[in-house]
T-cell receptor, first 114, second 114 residues
Framework: DSGVTQTPKHLITATGQRVTLRCSPRSGDLSVYWYQQSLDQGLQFLIQYYNGEERAKGNILERFSAQQFPDLHSELNLSSLELGDSALYFC?????????????FGEGSRLTVL | AQSVSQHNHHVILSEAASLELGCNYSYGGTVNLFWYVQYPGQHLQLLLKYFSGDPLVKGIKGFEAEFIKSKFSFNLRKPSVQWSDTAEYFCAVNVNSSASKIIFGSGTRLSIRP
């Protein structure tokens, strides 16, 4: 158990819909990262928050947004869903801003868009 | 843009065989390098990391990796694999100028025949 909790574990929805994925970091970790893993690609970095503020942005689509709340949990919002958004979405956390590279991953939220 | 390449998508070995998984990155400056492992049904976890110093890094479970700067490589090795090493292995790079952005390779699936 990494200490990072992601909900829901599985989600099936239709094209055009909007979903929210939730992540609770390890106790004491201030950074939260979101990654997308699809069948034909590796882990694509989406976005990182540190203590409530956006710190780094990767290949995140405009239809996607995220935030980190005062209690440090984070939510990833995916809207106007397309078939290609079907993927495993991982959240990870770290104590600092990530320089040490040791990220603690959740078990992922598997999104299926039909 | 920085990238990480893992050319072996799926490697199949027998128990006791030696393992080497390739990882190459594209960035000319200082990097921190990592290998993560994802056992079936589990979350990603850190296997080993390189920041500086001895380019031969020892990790958990008998794994090691060698940083060869001139080749932009950080290959993972294990002299004798076990069935329990069946997992997906991800190489990752953290560019010092962007401490928050940890880029992962596409992963190598390792299957060990008992």
């Amino acid at each position: 158990d990494s200490g990072v909790t992601q909900t829901p574990k599985h989600l099936i929805t239709a094209t055009g819909q909007r979903v929210t994925l939730r992540c609770s970091p390890r106790s004491g970790d201030l950074s939260v990262y979101w990654y997308q893993q699809s069948l034909d690609q590796g882990l694509q970095f989406l976005i990182q928050y540190y203590n409530g503020e956006e710190r780094a942005k990767g290949n995140i689509l405009e239809r996607f947004s995220a935030q980190q709340f005062p209690d440090l949990h984070s939510e990833l919002n995916l809207s106007s869903l397309e078939l290609g958004d079907s993927a495993l979405y991982f959240c990870a956390s770290s104590v600092g801003q990530g320089a040490t590279g040791e990220l603690f991953f959740g078990e992922g939220s598997r999104l299926t868009v039909l | 843009a920085q990238s990480v390449s893992q050319h072996n998508h799926h490697v199949i070995l027998s128990e006791a065989a030696s393992l080497e998984l390739g990882c190459n990155y594209s960035y000319g400056g200082t990097v921190n390098l990592f290998w993560y492992v994802q056992y079936p049904g589990q979350h990603l976890q850190l296997l080993l990391k390189y920041f500086s110093g001895d380019p031969l890094v020892k990790g958990i479970k008998g794994f090691e990796a060698e940083f060869i700067k001139s080749k932009f490589s950080f290959n993972l090795r294990k002299p004798s694999v076990q069935w329990s090493d069946t997992a997906e292995y991800f190489c990752a790079v953290n560019v010092n100028s962007s401490a928050s952005k940890i880029i992962f390779g596409s992963g190598t699936r390792l299957s060990i025949r008992p």
